[in-house]
């Protein structure tokens, strides 16, 4: 068995990995760490675990978690990067799915952040866990940086097109969605039933911190410096994330339903609907999957991709097992097989 | 023109409050006070309000508020009845639209919310401002209580039965749901949408704070005393509330469509549907109004009532407003003919 | 493996069954049925199964049913009585999701359906499949009538009270409330998001299907008859059940938390709360469990009891395969270990 | 007082008209039209109306209607070409809230629409019912066609910068996103609470019929022809369109918060928000109202804008009612003075 620690369980990325954890067959999750809710069970914060697991909340303590296998960040960001370097140090593999590690540039990351990044130090270790263009450094990694929910969402309807050279990457524009859950479970007004439910709205659209992170992503496999417009907004439900992508075509891009059937055709959690179909967030609700779409208007210069995923599976928890999965030599779909909840 | 101070603006009830007085002709907001606040307009806010205020928040200042000729409280409990008695004494009708004024006994009201009442001596002064019950007192008083939401649906349910004993009062049950406005502008993880949209549930079961407040309005009207099984539930949706009142028939009721299309035959804002149609929440969003059904299933011995208000009009701002209206001696409708916002 | 038929798999406890199955380590899905979307893949239609079946919906035919192991009617009420007779004769079993062979009494049942019964002689051999009351008539049952939705929340809620006789058989209400996905996968005004939505309201409250299914199976328990007020509403959401139950306690019933506890202390998929706790129906959601909650309000005389499923899940195909390994002495939880999806 | 026929009152643009008309005050609604519900009380139908309207629905006759000052057209497209004629004959002033003849080029409508015309000779008395552009020859019209409700979003949005040549016509998007309600009142699966709420998902991606009609307006303002990526979405809610528009700067744009403020400074209903103030579509609810933002996000050469309005009020009746006033010079807030409703 796979001795697991989850650091920060109180949220929901991380009730979602003991959701996905409790069917994964080799997992056994030995600590979960929570300041705030030391000592409570863990069924009692989340009543669907009831029965899965008979575990309390700890205090987080680097020696407890050394002792484990793989340990889990589901933390927000700046708490990770204090703990990180003891627990590598100590051989403990780290998948973190905060925002710590997923910038290469730390001087970078400061400017979005807003303060020094804490452990400069362990960027050049740190593997992004997108599996689908990084899977064999996941497989030798010790620190895998899960991907945030947009840039997954975004990167993975883009990838086909920019590695091809097929689109202009100075002029790339990504409208993205998500659900509530993608803002945590954090008492804030603006996420209230009475604020956030039957409405819709932009917001960060000078600037949200996925930003970076889709341009360094997107940068590496066009080869050159990309430039996204990337306009998020809140959607009236908990979960998932549609991201609209568009971008001018350079030349004949010949059959791109096809280029993108080829290019997802060996990965397990990316799923290229037949032409004309186009994805739902409640396709893959609950499931680590991403389903994607590529249309071109009218046959105009615009080529559109739709990407969907799960923006607590596919975009965070979902991802980091599957990352574990790799990381371990296990198979990549062990306790990753759930149906989406339809409907 | 009617001088009017709002003490607690930034509260749902608050804005609602607004948005019914800005169509009512003879209706000034004077001034709206927020302590947190202070100072910011209040259409930054609340941006519906845009175009149709010139107004900010001020700090709450009872001399300010003195030379208004109505005031209205959308505080929590335990503001008002620390300020009530300066305005009274300063001659100034006062609303409130907290629970600090609505139970006529002190000690019971401080069994229920925990400390001791600030001003039990204006208890007496102060009318329940239920019009389809005391719309004589409501016209004569200085002082109104508005009842609260779950109370004005249960309450306009059950009034007709018990006032001519057709129903045994010691039996009495009322599951009720609202919407999560009624829970107020507060920053809580349980009204998070991530928490409380796609799910229901009961809460406060063994004793929410309404139910002294309908026990003693029921009793009024009953003769004597009544004893309510009251369980209320959340609703995912904003605004709404649904009482399903159940009780059990004393002798042979007569024609119970009838004897409620008369009860309420002249009541500008109580609506008893056609027999065998059921009221439902959206037909009166957003309008001062209660809708009522009452059927008798497979002719046993329970009545049924149902009955649907918005929590925030007739529920809260649109009844304060209609208690200013009789108090004033206006037309009771006016600045309330607003039509549900249906779909 | 264990070969299976669905009849009448595109309306939703169809899909549902093919997610639980998916995960169900004998079940091989051979056939699933449809007239109208005949040649269709599965997969087509319902997107969340790409890759987990590599089947399209054919004609109903009596021959290719009868070769499988069990067959699993998923089909609006009229359906299945006509088909059972032949493929119990070919020695296939039977596992009916409609309503028609719940009732034992075929008059009954026309008197409440509006028609006759098809096949009658095939009530004696219809065994109700509510595992927590028949477990042994179902092991060995050749065709089980799944309970509803509704009448599964209402008779675990009371069940433990009707055996001990606590509880006046002839007073007692459920007032419960359903979300959408109930209605089935049918173009109905009524069920539109613009209708529906944002709202809430009773429905069938002069009769509703569902109610002499409840009283059949809560006599059963009592060993009397019973009479009960059945009040369903229609939540604004798409999954879950919520029953309220009220009743009025004979005596002193003692510990009835203790009395729930040990009731379903053996039950799997029956999960009573802690003291104090009440269920939300988001807790279950996606996961074939129930769960309850008892309280006395105020040490009142009356007793009430919250209990809620997934419709789809514990209320229909969920019950469904746990019926189907009973029947076939698989264990009672193969495939039905899902953790309910929070949030 | 004006006499109003209103034609095709059973769907969401019919009620809404009731509505708005009912706090109109020179508004009296003489004829309401459904072949489906002739006879039924429209208050049977929508109980939110309830008081407000003593009417039923009558058969649609030519005769009757010419009677009215004005007649709006409620309808789905295909049923006002064919009365129009006749309409305009008799004297009557029309109000067509469907597509017939928002397009000036009969073919052109004819190939979104597949089939012909029926009344093509009306097509150049017909005024495009976009006060904001429009308002002179709408005061002077017979016949106005009000726009459809994403092109009022697109449109309001992208006026100011292709007016003054800021912006490259030929790479516009219009990623946009619409509540349900804008699907209409019609049993469809695709809009059961079961498969729309709770989801998101792009549709029409290869050819929307409110595309000619948004390229049409566009290329009017800015004297050449336009070339727009338009992609709607489907909300998980009933009212409400939130555009997000994209276009490249050409040169240097200046000010453009400026720009946009005095562009609209003048219009009752065109509300741009304050620097850096996104808009929701919950601050529009039930107002005629479209609230605007404009940004330039990293100040690189893609200009952002947002728009949102009510689908169901400045999508449809709201401006429907607008224009009748103008026509008739009335004031042109007349009846359209609602605060949207928040929460």
Tied chains: 1, 2, 3, 4.
């Excluded at 290469?104 to 990044?117: I, K, V």
């Excluded at 496999?221 to 979960?239: C, D, E, K, N, W």
């Excluded at 994805?279 to 893959?284: A, F, G, H, K």
Aim: aromatic fraction near 6%.
């Amino acid at each position: 068995m796979v001795k697991i620690g989850i650091v920060g369980g109180t949220g929901y990325t991380g009730v979602e990995l003991l959701r996905l954890l409790a069917s994964h067959e080799r997992a056994e999750v030995a600590a979960i760490t929570s300041r705030a809710e030391s000592g409570r069970r863990v069924d009692e914060l989340f009543p669907n675990l009831r029965g899965h697991y008979d575990l309390a909340f700890s205090e987080p303590e680097v020696g407890e978690l050394a002792s484990c296998d793989v340990v889990f960040f589901a933390t927000p960001h700046n708490v990770a990067m204090n703990m990180v370097p003891e627990l590598l140090a100590a051989g403990t593999r780290v998948i973190d799915l905060s925002a710590d590690y997923r910038l290469r540039d730390a001087a970078l990351w400061s400017r979005w952040y807003g303060e020094p990044h804490a452990s400069p130090e362990c960027l050049a270790d740190a593997v992004y866990g997108l599996p689908e263009v990084n899977r064999e450094a996941i497989a030798g990694a010790r620190l895998v940086a899960c991907p945030g929910c947009y840039p997954t969402a975004v990167q993975l309807g883009l990838i086909p097109l920019l590695e091809r050279q097929l689109v202009d990457p100075q002029q790339l524009i990504a409208s993205a969605a998500s659900g509530v859950s993608g803002a945590g479970r954090q008492a804030k007004i603006d996420n209230l039933v009475s604020e956030a439910s039957d409405s819709f709205k932009a917001y960060g659209v000078t600037g949200h911190r996925h930003l970076p992170e889709i341009e360094q992503g997107l940068a590496d496999v066009a080869g050159q410096q990309v430039s996204v417009t990337f306009v998020p907004h809140l959607l009236p439900m908990i979960r998932g994330i549609h991201a609209t992508l568009f971008a001018n075509l350079q030349g004949d891009p010949g059959e791109l339903q096809a280029l993108f059937e080829s290019r997802y055709a060996s990965e397990p959690f990316v799923d290229v609907l037949p032409a004309g179909v186009y994805p739902q967030t409640r396709t893959v609700r609950g499931a680590n999957r991403c389903q994607i779409s590529v249309a071109v208007p009218q046959g105009r210069g615009t080529v559109v991709v739709m990407s969907t995923i799960d923006n607590l599976v596919k975009g965070a928890s979902g991802q980091a097992v599957q990352n574990m999965n790799i990381m371990l030599g296990l198979p990549e779909t062990m306790g990753l097989q759930q149906v989406g909840l339809l409907p």
